[in-house]
């Protein structure tokens, strides 16, 4: 059986068309560590019979009740050794599993270097380390019921850090994610319960901040930038004209210290440094390491 998973594992990184090509002899696709470890027709035997629940057990609204055991088995080893990277910073995103054949909850999502398959919610350090993967099962079937006050952007985000605390129930942990995300409500909650918050914002979502209006700001110079502090929060928000607006807001980081990042300047048309809040650059550097 060790032979059998070890398998399971080269084959996600050394993908073939079929997995019967990995004892063909032709040198392009031929493994030698596979063949020589397990005969063809017993891992074929294997995998027919190969079940990680009961199916006589099935959870009927669960899309994948199949393979939920090892999901759960995998999140747990994911989180307990996960503390050898910190687990402080938490970059949370969606990421997807590439499928391209039929399945209910396959999904399509433009401008991902994948952009058929299964879409998961995946919370990752700096580094990539996944702590937790969750599979998006659709509306009909998702475990994750939508909150009305922080969408379910805001839910996937406190139902994970609720994974997380579950674990490590002293650790702060410091949270970055994108606008699909973020709010500023959400923010407020999270800080509410001792963690912080850097994420970026979406121009409708940054409740009665007095922003300038966009356009206008749009065409201001290239690292051009406005902030704002709420007095009672101590909630930041920064906009800044990069190639486009940025708004990031946090709960953690503020303005300064300032980096100095090199850009192109079409009023001086050549690259020069221009400043950078450090809650931008903080966002960056931690910050969409899920895929």
């Known amino acids: 059986?060790?032979?059998?998973?070890?398998?399971?594992?080269?084959?996600?990184?050394?993908?073939?068309?079929?997995?019967?090509?990995?004892?063909?002899?032709?040198?392009?696709?031929?493994?030698?560590?596979?063949?020589?470890?397990?005969?063809?027709?017993?891992?074929?035997?294997i995998m027919k019979f190969f079940h990680?629940?009961?199916?006589?057990?099935?959870l009927p609204n669960d899309k994948f009740a199949k393979i939920q055991p090892l999901l759960e088995?995998?999140?747990?080893?994911?989180?307990?050794?996960?503390?050898?990277?910190?687990?402080?910073?938490?970059?949370?995103d969606e990421s997807m599993i590439p499928y391209f054949r039929r399945h209910p909850t396959k999904q399509f999502i433009r401008g991902k270097p994948v952009s058929w398959g299964y879409k998961a919610w995946v919370a990752a350090d700096p580094n990539s380390?996944?702590?937790?993967?969750?599979?998006?099962?659709?509306?009909g079937g998702d475990k994750t019921k939508s909150n009305v006050n922080y969408g379910l952007g805001g839910t996937v985000v406190l139902e994970i850090l609720d994974k997380l605390?579950?674990?490590?129930?002293?650790?702060?942990?410091s949270l970055y994610f994108d606008n699909f995300f973020t709010s500023i409500k959400l923010i407020d909650e999270i800080k509410n319960m001792g963690h912080d918050v850097t994420g970026t914002v979406r121009k409708h979502t940054v409740e009665k901040c007095p922003f300038s209006n966009p356009k206008t700001f749009g065409k201001s110079p290239r690292g051009s930038e406005e902030h704002f502090?709420?007095?009672?929060?101590?909630?930041?928000v920064v906009r800044w004209n990069d190639n486009g607006i940025v708004t990031i807001a946090?709960?953690?980081?503020?303005?300064?210290?300032?980096?100095?990042?090199?850009?192109?300047?079409?009023?001086?048309k050549k690259r020069a440094k221009i400043p950078m809040s450090n809650a931008i650059h903080q966002y960056n550097k931690k910050n969409g390491k899920c895929g």
């Open 1 to 45: 059986m060790k032979s059998f998973i070890g398998i399971m594992l080269v084959s996600g990184y050394c993908c073939v068309p079929r997995r019967r090509l990995y004892w063909q002899k032709q040198p392009n696709v031929y493994n030698g560590l596979i063949a020589s470890s397990m005969r063809r027709d017993r891992f074929d035997e």
């Open 52 to 58: 990680a629940v009961d199916n006589t057990k099935l």
């Open 73 to 92: 088995i995998l999140n747990s080893n994911f989180l307990k050794y996960g503390e050898v990277y910190g687990l402080v910073d938490v970059s949370i």
């Open 129 to 139: 380390y996944a702590f937790y993967i969750s599979i998006y099962q659709g509306r």
């Open 165 to 173: 605390q579950v674990i490590h129930p002293t650790k702060k942990f």
């Open 229 to 236: 502090c709420d007095t009672s929060s101590q909630i930041v």
């Open 250 to 268: 946090s709960s953690e980081h503020g303005v300064s210290p300032k980096v100095k990042v090199e850009r192109y300047v079409a009023s001086q």
